[in-house]
């Protein structure tokens, strides 16, 4: 049965997204089955793999309101190694009407009980807040993932953040385990983000993975293309960057899992 990572950080433009795709093309290359779920209203996950927002029959907004079932909106799109089930600004209404609905924070939890068994790993872009999707990703997640820039202000948030995973872990969730913070856009002559890369391993010590997502161009030209940039330029820097974290991942759950 599939683990299913809740990619998170209510700080919008850390490489949320960008992870979430790329993480899970690389997990797909080593041969695993991988479902992303696009539960950012933006849905720039969704279009970073090739879909059109505007030409979907269902969404992660039909799921959540339980309108569709979950395999009716899952989608493998073209030249992808994954599947996806993407999203669009219907999702923003769920915010809303969610708060009218019994078990609002398992609805997401309860549409995916039939489908984790066909994955090996379920990774979830979440939006940037701390909102009730957000809640329904950490509800229904064992493991999460937090994408940090080592920039001025990253820190900042980093707390509320973990208090609300640790909210969910006591009310709802008690599997619930930060899996890792990865340190995204790094540039390593930046004396700032050695300086906050420091702060984060003298906090966090082992959960902040060794792999360390560089800034790339590769990456952020590989959206526009529709692709992960593994298909997009197998050869860059971005590419050999999330594989080797892709390895790390998987490492760190078999061993969480002994
Ligand atoms: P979030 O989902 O947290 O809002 P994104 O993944 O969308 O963040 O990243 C924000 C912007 O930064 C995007 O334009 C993306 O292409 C770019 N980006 C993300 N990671 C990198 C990277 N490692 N190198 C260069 N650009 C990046
Ligand atoms: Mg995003």
Redesign the pocket.
């Known amino acids: 049965m599939g683990d299913i990572f809740a990619v998170t ?1 209510q ?9 979430t795709v790329n993480l899970a093309a690389s997990l797909a290359d080593y041969g695993k089955k991988v479902l992303l779920i696009d539960l ?1 209203p933006q849905g ?1 996950a969704t279009t970073g793999c090739g879909l059109d927002k505007n030409q979907l029959e269902n969404s992660s907004y039909e799921v959540i309101m339980a309108e569709a079932r979950a395999v009716d909106a899952i989608i493998r799109p073209d030249e992808i190694s994954f599947d996806v089930m993407p999203t669009n600004s219907d999702l923003t209404a769920a915010e809303v009407e969610l708060l009218e609905i019994k078990l609002r924070e398992h609805r997401l939890r309860l549409a995916l009980e039939s489908t984790r068994e066909k994955y090996d790993y379920i990774l979830i ?1 979440c939006p ?1 807040s701390l909102s009730m999707l957000t809640v329904n990703a950490l509800v229904a997640a064992q493991g999460v993932l937090i ?1 940090i820039q080592c920039e001025y202000y990253a820190l900042e948030g980093l707390s509320s953040l973990l208090r609300t995973i640790e909210r969910v872990k006591q009310r709802a969730n008690p599997n619930l385990d930060v899996t890792g913070l990865l340190r ?2 790094f540039d390593a002559r930046n004396n700032l983000a050695n300086e906050v890369s420091r702060q984060l391993i003298s906090h966090f010590d082992a959960k902040v993975f060794h792999s360390i ?5 590769r ?2 030209e590989a ?1 526009s293309y529709g692709l992960p940039v593994l298909n997009y330029d197998r050869a860059s820097r ?1 590419s050999i960057a999330y594989m080797a974290l892709a390895s790390e991942f998987m490492r760190r759950q078999k061993q969480s899992a002994k």
């Open positions: 950080n700080k919008g433009g850390v490489g949320k997204t960008t992870t950012d720039n872009d940037p994408p995204t856009m997502i560089p800034r790339n161009v990456l952020a959206p971005g």
